[in-house]
T-cell receptor, first 109, second 115 residues
Framework: TQLLEQSPQFLSIQEGENLTVYCNSSSVFSSLQWYRQEPGEGPVLLVT?????EVKKLKRLTFQFGDARKDSSLHITAAQPGDTGLYLC?????????FGAGTRLTVKP | ETGVTQTPRHLVMGMTNKKSLKCEQH?????MYWYKQSAKKPLELMFVYNFKEQTENNSVPSRFSPECPNSSHLFLHLHTLQPEDSALYLC??????????????FGPGTRLTVL
């Protein structure tokens, strides 16, 4: 079973602060995805990482895939209220995709 | 708007009812998926269809019955559900199974409550 553990489970910060959320597993994944889900909506893909050590940037969001392809992090710089949502990671390997339970982020104005 | 629509958005049903969830994708994709999202639990993959053929059934109870009449439509037929089946049911699609790990598009989900 490829379990993905996300931490922290909940995070509440003020606008302008920086934050990092984590996605960890004991399993190796051939690719890993990050999604954001807003209330009443389905998850929306933010990024896919496939190479160990890979770093991708999406405006104020920086995603990193661990060297061993077992873990990943998402760093947000100068968080804004619009970043509020549930952040999910999902690992894919051998025709199987597993999701973490998510980090619920609240950014207060 | 992701190009994947789901109806109804909310559904309340008794344990003896029979109902169906509908998913439609307007993206020309060939693979479609059903997921279950319960509070504080990871998304659970339920069913996978590729070119209308079911390729995966993740030990889902038989009270959930999927149907894929064509590559654009996916149904989930529900009967004799239990209260613990209350959850958000999400449909997703991707270009094909090879595209699953690259990008999948989710619908907004159906919030199901079983009384």
């Amino acid at each position: 079973t490829q379990l993905l553990e996300q931490s922290p489970q909940f995070l509440s910060i003020q606008e302008g602060e920086n934050l990092t959320v984590y996605c960890n597993s004991s399993s190796v994944f051939s690719s890993l995805q990050w999604y954001r889900q807003e209330p009443g909506e389905g998850p929306v893909l933010l990024v896919t990482v496939v190479t160990g050590g890979e770093v991708k940037k999406l405006k104020r969001l920086t995603f990193q895939f661990g060297d061993a392809r077992k873990d990943s992090s998402l760093h947000i710089t100068a968080a804004q209220p619009g970043d509020t949502g549930l952040y999910l990671c999902a690992g894919y390997n051998n025709n199987d995709m597993r999701f973490g339970a998510g980090t619920r982020l609240t950014v207060k104005p | 708007e992701t190009g994947v629509t789901q109806t109804p958005r909310h559904l309340v049903m008794g344990m003896t009812n029979k109902k169906s969830l509908k998913c439609e994708q307007h993206l020309g994709h060939n693979a479609m998926y059903w997921y279950k999202q319960s509070a504080k639990k990871p998304l659970e993959l339920m069913f996978v269809y590729n070119f209308k053929e079911q390729t995966e059934n993740n030990s889902v109870p038989s009270r959930f019955s999927p149907e894929c009449p064509n590559s654009s439509h996916l149904f989930l037929h529900l009967h004799t559900l239990q209260p613990e089946d209350s959850a958000l049911y999400l449909c997703a699609s991707s270009q094909d199974l090879a595209g699953w790990y690259n990008e999948q598009f989710f619908g907004p989900g159906t919030r199901l409550t079983v009384l």
